[in-house]
């Protein structure tokens, strides 16, 4: 049986993405299957790689408004993008998310949805 996994998110740092300008993450779990469960942070007017989920997405608004699939997803906001599913996620405003990813994400050259 494995050990739970217990995290204090506000004593992790938040880590930038070299390539990602003003969006920044924090690891909560690496999954078996080479997916991860993280905090997404986006700076107002930051944008993600467009990329391609294998086994799909999931992911939860907590703090201000992300930007996906043609319109603003506020606090609270719920989205599951089945797999295969191509996007390129980002927030005018600012966002914290968290977001589970049963599989690591395919990068694409180019745009998503």
Same mark, same amino acid.
């Given at each position: 049986?494995?050990?739970?996994?217990?995290?204090?998110?506000?004593?992790?740092?938040?880590?930038?993405?070299?390539?990602?300008?003003?969006?920044?993450?924090?690891?909560?779990?690496?999954?078996?299957?080479?997916?991860?469960?993280?905090?997404?942070?986006?700076?107002?007017?930051?944008?993600?790689?467009?990329?391609?989920?294998?086994? &799909?997405?999931?992911?939860?608004?907590?703090?201000?408004?992300?930007?996906?699939?043609?319109?603003?997803?506020?606090? &609270?906001?719920?989205?599951?993008?089945?797999?295969?599913?191509?996007?390129?996620?980002?927030?005018?405003?600012?966002?914290?998310?968290?977001?589970?990813?049963?599989?690591?994400?395919?990068?694409?050259?180019?745009?998503?949805?």
């Amino acid at each position: 049986m494995s050990e739970a996994i217990q995290r204090q998110t506000t004593e992790m740092a938040w880590r930038e993405f070299a390539d990602a300008p003003g969006v920044s993450y924090k690891t909560l779990r690496k999954h078996d299957s080479g997916g991860l469960s993280l905090l997404l942070r986006f700076a107002p007017g930051a944008s993600y790689h467009p990329h391609r989920h294998p086994a &799909g997405e999931e992911y939860f608004v907590l703090e201000g408004e992300l930007d996906d699939l043609g319109r603003s997803w506020p606090q &609270g906001s719920y989205l599951w993008h089945p797999p295969g599913s191509v996007h390129r996620p980002s927030s005018r405003a600012g966002a914290v998310v968290l977001v589970i990813l049963p599989q690591a994400v395919e990068w694409l050259r180019g745009g998503g949805s």
